[in-house]
């Protein structure tokens, strides 16, 4: 089975710009996460969400910062307007409480560069 | 406090070497916990789960103390490719959420 799924892989834009990062998690997962991690701060927890509904928003850093998981097998994470310090690796992960282990399965990340 | 705390390092030892890395825990309703290893530039993995009664994957070992709140992790024979950050990872209290620590960077050189 193919793992998390992740686009884009890198992103640069302008300030101001709308960038729109995808995921699209493990088949048979209920939960998915998105995570932010830069040198300063490490791996933040943004947003998770469980059978496609949002459970824990508190981490979105604000406003401009909005997910959606329209289905069980998508989520977007988008930032609008962006600024120069939402420069970051954004990871998407998913696991499921049936599994048993705990893990999450991360996908490789969108490396964002906001100019 | 941080819920989950790690020393960054980086820890630069030499190939062969043992090496051992700690995190603390602040909730002390924790229920689970992990090591990830995440490569450079690259996702996070997991390593390895940590038992209440301590667990063995070949070189690597982890260990649980409640009464502290802290586990460990305990690499022996270290080779070039061990190189990597570790991440602490504590999940229960009341919270499905996994938190993760800052990591731990290793070095390991010839």
């Known amino acids: 089975d193919a793992g998390v799924i992740q686009s884009p892989r890198h992103e640069v834009t302008e300030m101001g710009q709308e960038v729109t990062l995808r995921c699209k998690p493990i088949?048979?997962?209920?939960?998915l996460f998105w995570y932010r991690q830069t040198m300063m701060r490490g791996l933040e927890l943004l947003i998770y969400?469980?059978?496609?509904?949002?459970?824990?928003d508190s981490g979105m850093p604000e406003d401009r910062f909005s997910a959606k998981m329209p289905n069980a097998s998508f989520s977007t994470l988008k930032i609008q307007p962006s600024e120069p310090r939402d420069s970051a690796v954004y990871f998407c992960?998913?696991?499921?409480?049936?599994?048993?282990?705990?893990?999450?399965?991360f996908g490789e990340g969108s490396r964002l560069t906001v100019l | 406090r941080k819920e989950v705390e790690q020393d960054p390092g980086p820890f630069n030892v030499p190939e062969g070497a043992t090496v051992a890395f700690n995190c603390t825990y602040s909730?002390?309703?924790?229920?689970?916990f992990f090591w990830y290893r995440q490569d450079c530039r690259k996702e996070p993995k997991l390593l390895m789960s940590?038992?209440?009664s301590g667990n063995e994957d070949g070189r690597f070992t982890a260990q649980l103390n409640r009464a502290s709140q802290y586990i460990s992790l305990l690499i022996r024979d270290s080779k070039l490719s061990d190189s990597a950050t570790y991440l602490c990872?504590?999940?229960?209290?009341?919270?499905?959420?996994?938190?993760f620590g800052r990591g731990t960077s290793l070095i390991v050189h010839p």
């Open positions: 909730n002390s309703a924790s229920q689970s």
């Open positions: 990872v504590v999940r229960g209290g009341g919270s499905y959420i996994p938190t």
């Open positions: 969400f469980n059978n496609n509904v949002p459970i824990d």
């Open positions: 940590v038992y209440s």
């Open positions: 992960a998913s696991n499921s409480e049936l599994v048993g282990t705990g893990e999450l399965f």
């Open positions: 088949s048979g997962h209920d939960y």
